[in-house]
Each structure stands twice: as structure tokens, then as C-alpha cells.
């Protein structure tokens, strides 16, 4: 899969073989996993940002994407479709390189999540957000999202306050009521 964004930013599918650029990724942004984690992050974070799967979930319904600014690996997505409820998709992590965030590379690569969902007949996405974690919070209030529901996540052994927070992509009825129901997974 590949996604232009614009002359120099691109979405492509990532997989194990590049689990190196990933990991490279990961300690260009200890500032996230220091907060959300309480710890730098280890090989096994890569790892799963490309192969962990929530409870009940196949592969074919899993994108570990990568974000290329001029080719070069900036920023990794963990998308998972119909998750937790059908037509509702779950970014497990959106993360970009520190120097790559607040230019609005975030935006335009989540606009272009939201053509890829649509695409597919998603009609939400959620996500959830530390507590901690205020300009991320901000960053997707910003693009409308909504918060339903304050839970708590179990993230490595530490539990966390977090906001679950969704997007309605119907913007049609825009009365459609949004799912408080859902709980995010703890971990996957």
C-alpha cells in the first residue's frame, strides 16, 4: 500500500523487514515513550508497533503504516479496521520524530487516514490518549475528535489514566451519537 500525501510526504505499509528503521524510529522519540511508558523504549516496542494484534483481530485487518518525508522514515501509524465495533477503526499509536512534529505533517497524514478509511466504509476512528500526554490531546481534539469516556490502560506495568476519543467520519447526520460503550484493550 502507498498513500501520497504531497511532493514529500508518503504512506507505505511497513512489515518486519523494517523493523530496523523502525526501532531507529522509536529512539528518535524517547520523549513519548518516556512519558507514556515511564522508560526509553526497547526492541520489542518495534515489534509490536508492527505485529501486535488486539484479541480476536487477523493480520488482514492490521496497517503498520510508515510516514516518508522525502523518503525518509519519519513517523509510524498502527492502524487496526472494525476494532473495537465494525466500521469503527482503532489508531493504536500515530507517532512522528519529535523534529517532525507541530508542521502540520500530522494533519495532512491524518486526512489521508481518514480518505483510506472512508475508502473502506469506516465510519469512525478512535483513538486514546494518555492523560500525560496534553499536546497529543490537543493535537487530536484539534482535528475533531471528541472525548467519550476517561478509562484506565495498563501500558508495560504501570496503569494510566487515558481519554478515549472519537471521530464520527459521518458528516452527513451529524446527529449520529457517538460510542460511549467502548473500552480501549489494555494492551495488544
Given at each position: 500500500?502507498?498513500?501520497?500525501v504531497?511532493?514529500?510526504?508518503?504512506?507505505?505499509?511497513?512489515?518486519?523487514?523494517?523493523?530496523?528503521?523502525?526501532?531507529?524510529?522509536?529512539?528518535?522519540?524517547?520523549?513519548?515513550?518516556?512519558?507514556?511508558?515511564?522508560?526509553v523504549?526497547?526492541?520489542?516496542?518495534?515489534?509490536?508497533?508492527l505485529?501486535?494484534?488486539?484479541?480476536?483481530?487477523?493480520?488482514?485487518?492490521?496497517?503498520?503504516?510508515?510516514?516518508?518525508?522525502?523518503?525518509?522514515?519519519i513517523?509510524?501509524?498502527?492502524?487496526?479496521?472494525?476494532?473495537?465495533?465494525?466500521?469503527?477503526?482503532?489508531?493504536?499509536?500515530?507517532?512522528?520524530?519529535?523534529?517532525?512534529?507541530?508542521?502540520?505533517?500530522?494533519?495532512?497524514?491524518?486526512?489521508?487516514?481518514?480518505?483510506?478509511?472512508?475508502?473502506?466504509?469506516?465510519?469512525?476512528?478512535?483513538?486514546?490518549?494518555?492523560?500525560?500526554?496534553?499536546?497529543?490531546?490537543?493535537?487530536?481534539?484539534?482535528?475533531?475528535?471528541?472525548?467519550?469516556?476517561?478509562?484506565?490502560?495498563?501500558?508495560?506495568?504501570?496503569?494510566?489514566?487515558?481519554?478515549?476519543?472519537?471521530?464520527?467520519?459521518?458528516?452527513?447526520?451529524?446527529?449520529?451519537?457517538?460510542?460511549?460503550?467502548?473500552d480501549?484493550?489494555?494492551?495488544?
Amino acid at each position: 500500500m502507498e498513500k501520497i500525501v504531497d511532493e514529500n510526504i508518503k504512506i507505505v505499509s511497513l512489515d518486519l523487514d523494517d523493523m530496523g528503521s523502525v526501532d531507529q524510529l522509536c529512539n528518535e522519540c524517547e520523549d513519548y515513550f518516556l512519558m507514556v511508558n515511564g522508560t526509553v523504549h526497547t526492541k520489542e516496542d518495534a515489534e509490536e508497533i508492527l505485529t501486535a494484534l488486539p484479541p480476536e483481530k487477523e493480520f488482514k485487518d492490521k496497517f503498520a503504516l510508515g510516514v516518508l518525508y522525502k523518503e525518509e522514515l519519519i513517523g509510524v501509524i498502527d492502524l487496526i479496521k472494525d476494532y473495537p465495533v465494525i466500521d469503527q477503526w482503532i489508531i493504536g499509536l500515530f507517532l512522528l520524530k519529535k523534529k517532525d512534529r507541530n508542521k502540520g505533517i500530522g494533519k495532512q497524514v491524518h486526512s489521508a487516514l481518514i480518505e483510506m478509511v472512508l475508502k473502506d466504509s469506516g465510519k469512525s476512528l478512535i483513538v486514546g490518549v494518555v492523560k500525560e500526554n496534553i499536546k497529543g490531546f490537543k493535537f487530536w481534539e484539534n482535528l475533531g475528535y471528541k472525548t467519550i469516556k476517561e478509562t484506565e490502560v495498563t501500558l508495560g506495568d504501570k496503569v494510566k489514566k487515558a481519554y478515549v476519543m472519537v471521530l464520527e467520519l459521518n458528516f452527513l447526520n451529524k446527529n449520529t451519537p457517538l460510542k460511549a460503550e467502548v473500552d480501549l484493550p489494555a494492551s495488544y
